[in-house]
């Protein structure tokens, strides 16, 4: 095995968790480590940095050699976990499990069942954008929408969307300035709350999403409280925060190239396929963890047992072998569009067919609302190496 002084992209490496380079333009440096150190070596925090599309998917479908279960992001390298604390967290044969018993809570006849509800909450947030004059697109429309969404499937009261904000935002590491005591306080109410909700819906059935998992059964095997809760948790801050971004995201790259705006509108039927243009392009996961359960090679490179590999889904999303030489362009027409927004494998994201409903349906209902947009002020991105999170952005639309 190649020595710890000498291994790849050491240099390039080390400012791949830096704040200002996720809150400012990441990919020039990503698009260097794809060229000259495709699997970097990260010095101080020892983990290989894996950029390339190839790489990412060889090692998101090869789960027995790749693990979560060591941590899935890089303040974890060296946990311990008595038990995952979440699904992404577990390997095969219990996340096998988990699976099986989540699963009838997204399978299509639920998630089409929902589209008219989101459809609705998706109308009334657009129609309420003024017109003219410049809105912050994330507190008028990106934000608010996956909370209701997320509240509508576990049934939780309007006047506790607020907290559901706050609980997602404290999840994410580096999505806030908050003090960590801050944070912490936050995530045990929500662990409070779901837990208490789960042990609720299975006294007392209702007609959410919630009861249907807290009473999904296969053979007799059900998750306990505490194991739908952990999955709650995941659900509540993945289906929040990425949703969000994918948005936020997607609408800012339609205000800055508006021609793919003008595009749309002639062309509506593409909408779904321009969502998947947006998952690639924002990329709202940028990373996560794996370890190597026994010594093995990733794009020729020698990697040992035991050692961490971060799979840089922004990175990959953007690479050129896969996506041509306009892989750095936002073009709503590409297809096909192989991106890794989801992962890949055995933990390919549960919610995608959710997320993907909510994008298409903010495009169809802005479609009937605003004939082009623009930027009308600075995009203030946060500073996480996590999520691809989004502050502020203002934007003005004009009439249809």
């Known amino acids: 095995m190649t020595g710890a002084t000498d291994r790849p992209g050491g240099e390039l490496a080390s400012g791949l968790l830096d704040p200002e380079l996720w809150s400012t333009y990441p990919y020039p440096l990503l698009a260097r480590l794809r060229a000259e150190a495709p699997m970097a070596w ?22 027995a050699t790749f693990c979560a279960g060591k941590g899935i992001l890089v303040d974890e390298i060296g946990t311990t976990f008595e038990a995952p604390p979440t699904i992404l967290h577990a390997d095969p044969p219990l996340h096998t499990r988990y699976r099986r018993l989540v699963q009838p809570g997204f399978r299509p006849s639920v998630i ?55 609980w997602s935002e404290a999840a994410i590491p580096g999505a806030t300035d908050w003090p ?73 790259a339609f205000a800055e190239q508006p ?39 990733v794009g020729n490179q020698p990697v040992a047992e035991g050692e961490p590999l971060l799979m840089l889904f922004a990175s990959a999303n953007r690479d050129e072998e896969v996506f041509g030489p306009s892989a750095a362009r936002f073009d709503i027409g590409r ?23 909510e994008a298409r349906l903010v495009l169809e209902e802005l479609l009937a609302r605003a004939d082009r947009f623009e930027v009308a002020g600075p995009v203030e991105r946060t500073g996480s190496s996590v999520i691809a999170g989004i502050r502020h952005a203002a934007l003005r639309l004009h009439p249809a």
């Open 42 to 63: 990260h010095r101080e925090r020892g983990f290989w940095a894996v950029s390339r599309h190839a790489d990412v998917l060889a090692i998101e479908t090869d789960a």
């Open 112 to 166: 089409r069942a929902l589209e008219p509800a989101v459809r609705a909450r998706a109308r009334t947030l657009v129609e309420r954008l003024p017109l003219g004059e410049a809105v912050d697109i994330l507190t008028e429309l990106a934000v608010p929408l996956p909370i209701q969404v997320i509240a509508e499937m576990l049934g939780v009261d309007e006047a506790e969307w607020g907290r559901i904000h706050e």
């Open 180 to 252: 960590a005591e801050r944070r912490q306080q936050l995530l045990g109410e929500m662990v409070t709350y779901l837990v208490t909700a789960t042990a609720q819906r299975r006294a007392e059935p209702r007609s959410d999403v919630l009861s249907e998992l807290a009473l999904a059964s296969l053979d007799g095997d059900q998750l306990s409280d505490t194991e739908l809760a952990m999955f709650l948790v995941q659900l509540l801050v993945a289906g929040n925060e990425t949703t969000r971004n994918l948005i936020a995201g997607g609408l800012v």
């Open 259 to 297: 021609d793919q705006w003008e595009r749309l509108t002639a062309q509506p039927d593409l909408v779904p396929i321009a969502v998947e243009e947006m998952l690639r392009w924002t990329s709202p996961v940028i990373c996560f963890l794996r370890t190597a359960t026994r010594d093995t090679e």
């Open 335 to 357: 297809d096909p569009n192989p991106h890794l927004a989801f992962g890949f494998g055995n933990h390919f994201c549960l919610g995608a067919a959710l997320a993907r409903m």
